[in-house]
């Protein structure tokens, strides 16, 4: 067992190796684990740039989970964005769940239900934003939720290199310029929201038919099945497949389109893994429930704009931000 504590780094700056912990007091509350074997080992760094903070996690396995039990009275309300640096990042929120890989991002609602998991060795970067700030309401932000996000042409693209220059040089930049760029973070994910949310499918989750959302999950525990189809999902919860269908109208997606692309984003997530033991393409491919090479092929394509050997090569060199999902 390794001995956890707590150390100044620098002037404005705090890191931990009790990873939950850390966790608990700058993100917000989690529910501790009950197997202490299975805590994560690494570390986790604060950086305070004014009312945003940063939250720099290097660590094995994690797991980390926020319960429906709401916030203490008077408990600022916040949102965090994630945003993964190496290893691929599983949320789920909202009836939603998402691989988010490097040159990805995601907001979770910091006063909600949330689960934030990964397997193996990963470098993770939070970023949490009170969200008086954001000036952003909620329906819009309960849309985004749990979705793996690119950000978009022109202004959006300013984000990401933002975010790594603060990375680099956080311990040289002076609190009163620390504020300026707090405040400059929260108004391009402000900014984010509003131009990824006029592009989100389908209704908020409170206006879902409550099978809808069964049935998403039910498709996201199954997506390995080759057999997974509207027939199958149909007879699983007892309904005919017609009514199946027309679930889903308002969702403005096909349970097919859906599966099949819930495919794609997991299979990106596995791609874009780096090591000598990374997948082949067709094992993958064949992992998620694709039946052919062929097929997976124009199925990556048709979501990524890239055939999957070229999107790869673009995730092992850090540019795979370049392409954005089409949906």
């Known amino acids: 067992m390794s001995t956890r504590s707590t150390t100044a780094v620098s002037p404005g700056t705090e890191t931990s190796t009790d990873v939950e912990s850390a966790f608990a ?5 989690l529910v501790t684990p009950d197997d202490t074997d299975r805590r994560a080992d ?6 305070q740039f004014g009312y945003v903070r940063m939250l720099t996690c290097a660590s094995g396995s994690l797991r980390l989970v926020r319960g429906p039990r709401p916030a203490a009275p008077g408990k600022e309300e916040a949102v965090a964005l994630l945003v993964p640096r190496v290893g691929t990042v599983r949320l789920v929120q909202d009836g939603r769940g998402a691989s988010v890989v490097p040159g990805e991002s ?5 006063r909600r239900a949330f689960t934030v998991e990964h397997e193996g060795a990963a470098r993770t970067l939070f970023l949490r934003l009170p969200l008086h700030a954001l000036h952003v309401p909620s329906v819009p932000l309960r849309s985004l939720t749990a979705r793996a996000l690119l950000p978009p042409a022109g202004s959006g693209a300013v984000l990401p290199a933002l975010l790594r220059h603060l990375e680099t ?4 930049v002076s609190a009163p310029l620390g504020e300026r760029l707090g405040g400059l973070v929260t108004d391009l994910v402000a900014g984010l929201v509003e131009d990824l949310a006029e592009d989100t499918e389908g209704p908020p989750e409170d206006d879902r038919h409550p099978l809808v ?9 199954h997506l ?3 057999e997974l189809s509207a027939d199958l999902i149909a007879a699983a919860h007892l309904i005919s497949v017609r009514y199946l269908h027309r679930l889903f109208e308002a969702e403005g997606v096909t349970v097919g389109r859906l599966i099949q692309r819930q495919r794609v ?3 990106a997530g596995e791609l874009a893994r780096r090591g000598r033991s990374s997948p082949s393409i067709a094992v993958v491919a064949a992992r998620w429930g694709f039946r052919s090479p062929a097929h997976f092929s124009r199925a990556f394509k048709s979501v990524y704009g890239h055939p999957p050997q070229q999107w790869r090569r673009m995730a092992m060199s850090g540019t795979a931000d370049a392409p954005r999902a089409r949906v």
């Open 42 to 47: 690494g570390s986790v760094s604060l950086r």
């Open 169 to 172: 040089s956080a311990p040289r």
């Open 106 to 110: 995601a907001l979770i609602d910091l």
């Open 25 to 29: 007091r700058w993100l917000t509350p």
């Open 265 to 267: 984003e997991r299979c």
């Open 224 to 226: 390995g099945d080759p």
């Open 213 to 221: 959302v069964t049935i998403r999950q039910y498709i996201d525990r």
